[in-house]
């Protein structure tokens, strides 16, 4: 293999695209910083790769001093849907409504049969009609504060609005059911005060600044807003997908085309709550791969996703039969498939998914300078890669 192939699999930058367009990588080279290493267990985790606006705050809350209330109580119904909201989605209806709540938290009480439309139990995209009563209750998930912990952070990025951070696999975004501690949130509250910067409002006292998540089996970039006002900036850019974002990751098989697209929409996996799947009535979604490099059993990839949907990335490859190496999640079983045993004994040993938010590319949301970062592949996916590169 030569250099050049070489230094592309470190940088985990799987090389320039032809007829780039906006929201494309292309000016000057993008900043660097090196990944680190962790082989502890890793939780199957429910967390969507973005975190929108609507989720964390009414749109049009004012910047003041008071802070951002968060929801204590359970959300009473019924409501009666008004003429202007007809056709709506019911969890986009009831999330503009309440707003206090995340839409998730909305659609995991629709989806349990907690909410009816007209006395009836419902799916969450359920459209509605003038008239129709919404009644039942969605339970409101307890605040977890996210307390100071000292957690190094591999910062890669640092100005006054943003910081940029290089998250190893195996750290949570922020608290939830099932991590109070230990997450990447931890860590900025603890580093926010040592600088003795403000904690930003928006995103709430578990999420400060969070804007966008990965899973906890993903390692890679994620940018952190410093200030209310970033963070609305770049709540506006995810949401309108203006946000490059790019992974590399290993997948079983040997994947036959140069590049190409899956473009199937994702939902709730009917038979495992804490799963995803392509299903008819999921929400459009778009990924689009590139071959780096095959080997005999596997087959390096460079993705960009064009929306932000909850395991994305891990959903489309399992769907076109090449999940996700050493993914228990979507990947279960299948190296079992390895005929080389030297390589099943190497992925039996990774301990994560092969999946790394390698590119990141947003718009500065104080400057308007056009933003770009790549992290390489951490220590432990370096490792595998070259097993892998010797067992040919």
Known sequence: MNDGKDRERESGRAGERENEGPGDWGGEGPRERGGRENTRPLPIE?????????????PALPLSESPIPTLSRSLALPISVPAEAENQRLDLFLASRFSETSRSAIQRAISGGDITANGKTVKPSHRVSAGEEIAGEIPAAPVIDAVPEDIPLDIVFEDSEIIVV???????????????S?????????????????????GGASRPGIVHRLDVGTSGLIV???????????????????VAKAYTAMVYGVVKE????????????????????????????????????????????????????????????????HPVVADSAYG?????????????AAVAGLGRPFLH????????????????????????????????????
Request: proline content about 4%; cysteine-free.
């Open 332 to 344: 279960a079983g299948r190296a079992n498939s390895i005929k080389n045993a030297k390589l099943r």
């Open 357 to 392: 938010a390698a590119r990141l590319g947003f718009t500065h949301p104080a400057t308007g300078e056009k933003m770009e970062f790549n992290a390489p592949l951490p220590r432990e996916l370096r490792a595998f890669l070259e097993q892998v590169s010797t067992t040919r």
């Open 46 to 58: 429910w967390e969507d790769d973005e975190v929108v606006s609507s989720d964390l705050v009414p």
């Open 166 to 180: 290089n998250k190893p696999a195996g750290m949570v975004t922020h608290p939830g059911a099932g991590a109070t």
């Open 182 to 202: 230990g997450t990447l949130a931890n860590g900025l509250v603890y580093y926010f005060n040592r600088i003795s910067h403000q904690l930003p409002r928006r």
């Open 258 to 321: 140069n590049s190409g697209k899956i473009e199937a929409p994702i939902g709730r996996d009917r038979r495992s709550r804490v799963k995803m799947a392509v299903t008819r009535e999921g929400r459009q979604a778009l990924t689009l791969y590139r071959v780096v490099e095959r080997f005999d059993e596997l087959t390096l990839l460079d993705l960009e996703i064009k929306t932000g949907r909850t395991h994305q990335i891990r959903v489309h490859l399992a769907h076109i039969k």
């Open 224 to 242: 952190v807003a410093k200030t209310d006002r970033a963070h609305l900036n770049l709540a506006e850019q995810f949401e309108s997908r203006a």
